[in-house]
């Protein structure tokens, strides 16, 4: 067995109120294709901007051919020989493919010391060439398509004599014989020596193309293997590997008529023919993998984004709302992803955060004028929410995650919704928050709001919800009920394998 070009050994990345990553290992060796699985939010990401410079670890140690090594930025990371290819293609659209290849590490006349563009355009048309890529060094990436657009930096990887390639979902804007343009070039490399992290959430990707394999879950190491010695069946175990009985708790609520009825509704790029109900007392949750389109589902439920087509009926009547505020008045509430973009005003006080959505009962003119009722008001669902602070003065930044986020929901059940939309309400927060989280949305389907519950996290979409609707590209791949409603169907369904999805 050959030498590890790249040893990762208890890495650890601690932020504010999260531990991301816990005494990650991982070993890469060259000529192999490694795959780097896991759930959303298992802690992929974060080991990737660690390898390549943009973050700096906590803990742990990782060495490339044998020597330890940290990198200070993303540069760093490149010159020593680690490259990452993102899903989004990272570069900039109005220069040269030359240009983008060079950047960061332009080529110079060793007389002149000026920039050597007629040798870098050489090396430039050599390198497509060994891609088999048809394209002229002069041409702007912005007249490129999405696959050549990898091509490309791949091109560039090369360039750099790169010793590890990371591919971060490089297939996910491909067609089919694109797909098989990349898996030729990935054998190249493998061919070369190169050592390839390849991340993929497609299961028949990872099973023609990759050679090894270590899963992560929640920011820790799981297990390792050859692929060739496993089954999906045993890697989807992997990825989930919890008791969600014991985790998530399910009251039994009465499951009431219909409250928003959903058909074929459209966004443009977004999805398609989405179609769903959502019952009085009902936690239907929606999971989907990256780019499913999830979250722009219900922004256009909410009347933050316009629907392309489709219609929708609100207690049995029409509904299609401009804006939030129609959907407000008529009793939905959005909690979003982002608590701090988009959930809070960081920079104002718990008081003034929690009374937001009822400012206009609390003010006259523009003015606040009852503040002895807008305390009263804050107070009765901050401590409803068990909210940690050293007062409703204090500003939200001050705050810690799961505290913020309690912020969040305070603020939305003091509108006494009937229908509640939550976009990842546990994301990033601690384990007594979660439950407490998990507690609330109970005793609301309890009282028959219906619950819509967005999560990356699967144990959270089995253990909470009545049913499970199951998205993939957009397209609402299957719909289950909660008997049905195992780890195995709906990853199935999330990665569109719909004949094997219940």
């Not at 505020?325 to 959005?334: E, F, N, P, V």
């Not at 169907?489 to 394998?497: Q, V």
Request: charged share 25%; net charge negative; hydrophobic share 40%.
């Amino acid at each position: 067995m050959q030498e590890p070009v790249l040893t990762i050994n208890d890495l650890t990345k601690y932020f504010p109120g999260i531990k991301a990553l816990d005494e990650v290992r991982m070993t890469v060796r060259p000529g192999e294709v490694h795959a780097l699985i896991g759930e959303n939010g298992a802690g992929k990401s974060t080991l990737v901007k660690i390898l390549t410079g943009v973050y700096a670890s906590t803990g742990g140690t990782i060495a490339l051919e044998g020597r330890e090594i940290s990198f200070r930025n993303a540069i760093d990371a490149q010159q020593a020989g680690i490259v990452a290819i993102h899903q989004e293609a990272s570069m900039f659209p109005e220069l040269s493919v030359t240009e983008n290849i060079y950047m960061g590490h332009h080529l110079r006349n060793p007389r002149t010391k000026k920039l050597d563009w007629k040798q870098m355009r050489e090396n430039t048309r050599g390198l497509l060439d060994q891609m088999q890529l048809d394209i002229d060094p002069d041409t702007l990436v912005k007249n490129l398509g999405v696959a050549q657009r990898h091509m490309v930096e791949i091109s560039k990887a090369l360039s750099l004599n790169a010793k590890v390639v990371i591919m971060d979902e490089p297939t996910s804007a491909l067609t089919s014989r694109e797909v098989e343009e990349l898996f030729r070039i990935v054998n190249n490399l493998k061919a070369e020596g190169k050592a390839i992290i390849f991340i993929s959430h497609k299961f028949e990707e990872i099973f023609e193309i990759c050679d090894y394999f270590t899963v992560l879950r929640d920011g820790k190491y799981v297990g390792e293997g050859y692929v060739r010695d496993t089954t999906e069946e045993k890697i989807i175990n992997m990825m989930i590997g919890r008791d969600i009985d014991q985790m998530f708790p399910k009251k039994d609520t009465h499951i009431g008529g219909a409250l928003l009825e959903v058909e074929g509704l459209s966004q443009l790029g977004a999805f398609q023919n989405v179609s769903f109900t959502l019952h009085e007392g009902e936690i239907l949750g929606f999971f989907g993998l990256v780019g499913a389109g999830r979250t722009e589902v219900v922004r256009t439920v909410f009347g933050i984004d316009p629907s392309s087509g489709g219609s929708m009926k609100l207690y049995g009547g029409p509904y299609a709302p401009r804006c939030p505020h129609d959907a407000m008045k008529r009793g939905i509430a959005l909690v979003p992803e982002d608590r701090q973009k988009q959930g809070l005003v960081l920079a104002m006080s718990l008081t003034k955060n929690i009374s937001l959505p009822k400012i206009k009962h609390l003010s006259r003119h523009g003015f606040i004028t009852q503040r002895k009722r807008e305390e009263e008001y804050t107070r009765t669902y901050g401590e409803q929410m068990e909210i940690k602070a050293a007062g409703y003065h204090v500003d939200a930044e001050t705050l810690s995650g799961g505290n913020q986020q309690k912020v969040v929901l305070a603020k939305w059940i003091g509108t006494q919704p009937k229908i509640l939309i939550l976009d990842e309400p546990t994301k990033g927060i601690d384990v007594a928050t979660k439950a407490a989280v998990h507690e609330f949305v109970s005793e609301m389907a309890a009282r028959g709001v219906g619950i819509i519950l967005i999560s990356s996290e699967l144990p959270e979409i089995i253990g909470m919800s009545d049913r499970v609707v199951v998205m993939h590209e957009g397209d609402v791949t299957a719909t289950l009920d909660r008997a049905d409603a195992t780890a195995e169907n709906i990853m199935r369904a999330a990665i569109g394998d719909i004949k094997e999805a219940k």
